[in-house]
């Protein structure tokens, strides 16, 4: 195997070893896909009718600081898609700057790899993956940033009912959490508790305290709030249950991750197995795997295997990842 083809090679490796990290373990624990999807669609209808053209109060003063320049360039098409996922990673640089930057690392990574291989199949292939990864770490980001609120918000919602208890109103109970608590948990309660003072209607607030933090458990506690709010009772008593819920579900997510711990360690030796044994027959004996590169049906044959490690991949996925 000739050093353009090892490097070809190990590129590939490179991208199924990250694309395999992002199917298992992502996943595994915190809000998922399906919930988010349920989440969007549940505000949409509440908020259609009501809430149409207007941003949250956050959003509306950071547009008021852009300039003008900044403002055309946050017309770009699909920079409200990028600044939700900003805002949901607890970030606050513009939506242009992802946008510009998956413009130019495939350009800086496309020029090194051909610099130094000068291969037209590991050029593009570069590109493609540079091209993703500002958008693939914000993904990481917003999933270790809702996976911390998440695992908050019993102690947040406790800490509210000891509020109410002591005679705090609702909205004070809310400023306290801002106050006590720390990030992630204690900023977006903070927006809502500004939100409210400003004039914003409760259930309005809640439903862009639920577009920034798109979690089932948080659907749950605001849920339970409002229905309190339009119909009486004692809010502190079901906030009490309502976090014993929730830490009755995270006692069981962690038994279930504990569960399928063996299975996630097999899907990943199973899908990096045959990368592993690849390379070591290439390095032992290039002459014995040379025509899968060289030859029409060795090609094909190569990128059939790469598709079925993708399949597999979901698969395992599949079978390891519950709703809960």
Known sequence: MDQTTLIVFLILVAGAVFLLSQLILVPSFGTKSVESRKIKQRLHKVTQASNSGQYSLV???????????????????GSDVIDDLIEQAGKSYPSYRIIFAMLGLPLLAGG???YFTGNIIATPVAML?????????????RNERMSLFEEQLPDALDMMTRALRSGYPFNEAMHYIADEMQ????REFGITFEEINYGRDVREAFN???????????????TAILIQRDTGGNLAELLDKTSDLLRKRFRFQR????ITAENRMSAWVLSLMPFAIFLIIGL???DYIKPLFTTEMGQIILGCGLVLQVIGAFWVRKQINFDI
């Open 59 to 77: 959003r509306q003063k950071y547009l008021r600081e852009l300039s003008a320049l900044e403002q055309f360039l946050q017309a770009i098409p």
């Open 183 to 186: 990030p992630p948990i204690s």
């Open 129 to 141: 993956f540079a091209a993703f990864l500002p958008i693939l770490k914000l993904k990481h980001d």
């Open 208 to 222: 862009y305290l639920l577009m920034r933090v798109p979690s089932m458990n948080l659907v749950t506690a605001t």
């Open 255 to 258: 038994r279930v991750r504990t």
């Open 112 to 114: 090194v790899t051909w």
């Open 284 to 286: 032992k004996s290039p």
